[in-house]
C-alpha cells in the first residue's frame, strides 16, 4: 500500500504561479513513475505531467513549456512547478504512483483555481 498527500494548491491570478507537492508513504520502495493528472470543471481527468524514477518526463502539450514536473527520491516527493498560469488550468489535480507492479494509487486531490 502507498498513501499519498498532496498540498499546494489555491486561488490565482492569470500569469502566476504555483507549486503542488506529494508525498508518498507506506510500501514506498515500489514506486515507479510519478504523475499528475487533472480533470477540468466537467471534463474527464487527464494526465498533464509524468516522471520515471530515473527523471524521464512526459507533458500534456497543454502544459508543455510552462509547467515542470520534478521528484526527490530521497524524500518519496514528486512536484509540479506551474508558471504561467491560465483560467483553462482551473481543475482539481490529483497525484498518482505506479508501482513496479503496475498498481496505481491516487491522492485526494487538491483544487487550483486561476481567476482575476
Known amino acids: 500500500q ?15 504561479s504555483l507549486r503542488l ?6 510500501n514506498i520502495f515500489s514506486v ?3 504523475a499528475w493528472h487533472r480533470q477540468l470543471p466537467g471534463k474527464q481527468r487527464e494526465l498533464a505531467a509524468a516522471i520515471t524514477r530515473g527523471g524521464t ?9 510552462r509547467f515542470t514536473i520534478s521528484r526527490d527520491n530521497a524524500k518519496n516527493t514528486v512536484y509540479l512547478q506551474m ?13 498518482r504512483v505506479t508501482t513496479r507492479a503496475g498498481i496505481d494509487y491516487w491522492g485526494q486531490g487538491t483544487q487550483v483555481a486561476v481567476s482575476s
Open 32 to 34: 515507479s513513475t510519478m
Open 2 to 16: 502507498v498513501q499519498l498527500v498532496e498540498s499546494g494548491g489555491g486561488l490565482v491570478q492569470p500569469g502566476e
Open 21 to 26: 507537492s506529494c508525498t508518498a508513504s507506506g
Open 57 to 65: 518526463t512526459n507533458y500534456a502539450d497543454s502544459v508543455k513549456d
Open 83 to 95: 508558471n504561467s498560469l491560465k483560467p483553462e488550468d482551473t481543475a482539481v489535480y490529483y497525484c
